[in-house]
């Protein structure tokens, strides 16, 4: 089992950043490649960004390349995605996720463990 608690959602103005975490617990952390969601009302989850379980190899949606950076710190046991130059359309809950896999999904179908979910409120 793992538990997944995510951190760092909040109001924002359209162009300013957060950063949101994803703390760890349960099982080893290294082992599962890890995913940001999202989910706006009245939509479907939608794939933000994944990353592989050593770091190297990330995924993003195409909304957000160039705007966001998923990283990772396994010491930590910790998943970030750095979000800049949002925009109202980003407003959504985010989720991370995790997935017992050395390949990257960007379906939430794949993901094993879920958290809670932080909001993240894009005001123009």
């Known amino acids: 089992q793992v538990r997944l608690v995510e951190s760092g959602g909040g109001l924002v103005q359209a162009g300013e950043s957060l950063r949101l975490s994803c703390a760890a617990s349960?099982?080893?952390?290294?082992?599962?490649?890890m995913g940001w969601f999202r989910q706006a009302p009245g939509s479907e989850r939608e794939f933000v960004a994944a990353?592989?379980?050593?770091?190297?190899?990330?995924y993003y949606q195409d909304s957000v390349k160039g705007r966001f950076t998923i990283s990772r710190d396994n010491a930590k046991n910790t998943v970030y995605l750095q979000m800049n130059s949002l925009k109202p359309e980003d407003t959504a809950v985010y989720r991370c996720?995790?997935?017992?896999?050395?390949?990257?999904?960007?379906?939430?179908?794949?993901?094993?463990?879920w958290g809670q979910g932080t909001q993240v409120t894009v005001s123009s």
């Open positions: 990353i592989s379980w050593s770091g190297e190899s990330t």
């Open positions: 349960g099982r080893t952390f290294s082992d599962y490649a």
């Open positions: 996720a995790a997935d017992y896999s050395i390949v990257v999904y960007k379906t939430p179908e794949k993901y094993d463990y």
